[in-house]
């Protein structure tokens, strides 16, 4: 970390284990590109895209057509695999991670997902599970008592096989607490800020999982300041306004561009020191991910010190709304640099070579 003056930080580069850049069948929604802009603007060098994609990635060879695409793009990009058919696709694919969703759960059973766990762990692959048991969920509700069932299912599996687990976006203080000593957790932006009191907007705030209760959601953040949550992802989920607006909005909040930012108003705040801040959204999920992001790899981040109001308006990529609409942020991205490039927010792009 390095500060220069009172107005200016480097940071190591951001690292976000869970967005999704769509494209493909979904490139209305986003694009890898757009996507790309997006988290560069948001100070993060490495992603980690999930695979609920169209189609879903569940093979080895979409598997490697999609890490192929993304390796053009100008952040180091990381795929996490979808649950395949038959497990012996992991041996082809060799994902460092799978991602398990409820709706796969709800498909292949948890039996399926046993039978994951153990190949995993014989191939050193990370399940990253998207806890919520389906059979709790109601006529489209999702209360939090899926998540808490999930969180068991998935403490037996591990205790059964061995395999290293990983749960996103998770919710409840509960669930930081139960997985100590067996798996890693992550919580988003929204989970940690938003909840059923401070955020009306009943489409913009629709997410999976569902916005919790202000008394949840503040000993979520609790939870952050007293160390027991290993990772900030964002699960940024673009789709179109329209269908946002429509009689059936889909679930997803954009929030890559500012996530650094929330999180440095965490810091502003002393909820959580600047150590906390690159560990939570750098050191953690790079170490999951298998990326080396240093400064001195030429992969950083300069924010300037001050705050300002976050405008959807201002996003980089497709998706241009957000829950968080006129909240007041401490530290705008100022510039990323990764792959031996600096981008600035004014659209400039500089080559890190040395001057010849
Ligand atoms: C995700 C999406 O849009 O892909 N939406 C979300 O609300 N998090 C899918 C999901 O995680 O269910
Ligand atoms: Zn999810
Ligand atoms: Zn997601």
Same mark, same amino acid.
């Given at each position: 970390?390095?500060?220069?003056?009172?107005?200016?930080?480097?940071?190591?580069?951001?690292?976000?284990?869970?967005?999704?850049?769509?494209?493909?069948?979904?490139?209305?929604?986003?694009?890898?590109?757009?996507?790309?802009?997006?988290?560069?603007?948001?100070?993060?060098?490495?992603?980690?895209?999930?695979?609920?994609?169209?189609?879903?990635?569940?093979?080895?060879?979409?598997?490697?057509?999609?890490?192929?695409?993304?390796?053009?793009?100008?952040?180091?990009?990381?795929?996490?695999?979808?649950?395949?058919?038959?497990?012996?696709?992991?041996?082809?694919?060799?994902?460092?991670?799978?991602?398990?969703?409820?709706?796969?759960?709800?498909?292949?059973?948890?039996?399926?997902?046993?039978?994951?766990?153990?190949?995993?762990?014989?191939?050193?692959?990370?399940?990253?599970?998207?806890?919520?048991?389906?059979?709790?969920?109601?006529?489209?509700?999702?209360?939090?008592?899926?998540?808490?069932?999930?969180?068991?299912?998935?403490?037996?599996?591990?205790?059964?096989?061995?395999?290293?687990?990983?749960?996103?976006?998770?919710?409840?203080?509960?669930?930081?607490?139960?997985?100590?000593?067996?798996?890693?957790?992550?919580?988003?932006?929204?989970?940690? +800020? =938003?909840? *059923? !009191?401070?955020?009306?907007?009943?489409? /913009?705030?629709? $997410?999976?999982?569902?916005?919790?209760?202000?008394?949840?959601?503040?000993?979520?953040?609790?939870?952050?300041?007293?160390?027991?949550?290993?990772?900030?992802?964002?699960?940024?989920?673009?789709?179109?306004?329209?269908?946002?607006?429509?009689?059936?909005?889909?679930?997803?909040?954009?929030?890559?561009?500012?996530?650094?930012?929330?999180?440095?108003?965490?810091?502003?705040?002393?909820?959580?020191?600047?150590?906390?801040?690159?560990?939570?959204?750098?050191?953690?999920?790079?170490? +999951? =991910?298998? *990326? !080396?992001?240093?400064?001195?790899?030429? /992969?950083?981040? $300069?924010?300037?010190?001050?705050?300002?109001?976050?405008?959807?308006?201002?996003?980089?990529?497709?998706?241009?709304?957000?829950?968080?609409?006129?909240?007041?942020?401490?530290?705008?991205?100022?510039?990323?640099?990764?792959?031996?490039?600096?981008?600035?927010?004014?659209?400039?792009?500089?080559?890190?070579?040395?001057?010849?």
């Amino acid at each position: 970390l390095v500060q220069l003056s009172n107005r200016y930080l480097i940071l190591p580069g951001m690292v976000d284990l869970h967005v999704h850049f769509r494209d493909w069948g979904l490139s209305h929604k986003e694009t890898l590109e757009g996507g790309a802009r997006a988290a560069l603007a948001g100070g993060v060098v490495a992603v980690a895209d999930m695979p609920n994609t169209s189609p879903h990635i569940r093979t080895a060879e979409l598997y490697r057509k999609r890490v192929e695409q993304g390796s053009g793009l100008p952040i180091l990009y990381k795929l996490h695999m979808g649950v395949p058919e038959k497990v012996a696709e992991l041996d082809q694919a060799r994902p460092r991670s799978v991602k398990i969703y409820p709706e796969d759960v709800a498909r292949f059973g948890w039996q399926h997902v046993e039978k994951l766990a153990e190949r995993c762990a014989t191939l050193r692959c990370v399940l990253v599970f998207h806890c919520e048991d389906p059979a709790y969920f109601r006529n489209g509700e999702r209360p939090p008592d899926a998540e808490v069932a999930c969180v068991e299912k998935v403490r037996q599996i591990v205790h059964r096989t061995g395999a290293r687990v990983h749960l996103t976006h998770i919710t409840l203080p509960y669930t930081a607490e139960a997985t100590r000593g067996w798996a890693s957790v992550d919580a988003t932006p929204h989970h940690l +800020l =938003l909840d *059923v !009191d401070n955020c009306k907007d009943p489409a /913009l705030c629709l $997410v999976n999982p569902r916005l919790r209760t202000p008394e949840i959601r503040k000993r979520l953040l609790a939870a952050l300041a007293s160390g027991l949550i290993d990772i900030y992802a964002t699960d940024h989920a673009p789709h179109t306004l329209e269908e946002k607006r429509s009689g059936n909005p889909p679930p997803g909040i954009c929030s890559i561009d500012i996530a650094l930012s929330l999180l440095l108003s965490l810091w502003k705040r002393g909820v959580v020191s600047l150590d906390d801040v690159v560990r939570l959204y750098s050191f953690r999920p790079s170490r +999951l =991910l298998g *990326v !080396d992001v240093d400064v001195a790899r030429g /992969l950083f981040t $300069v924010v300037r010190l001050e705050e300002f109001e976050i405008r959807g308006s201002d996003f980089a990529g497709s998706c241009k709304f957000t829950p968080f609409e006129k909240f007041k942020a401490f530290g705008q991205v100022e510039a990323t640099a990764v792959r031996g490039k600096i981008y600035f927010k004014t659209g400039e792009t500089y080559s890190l070579q040395p001057p010849q």
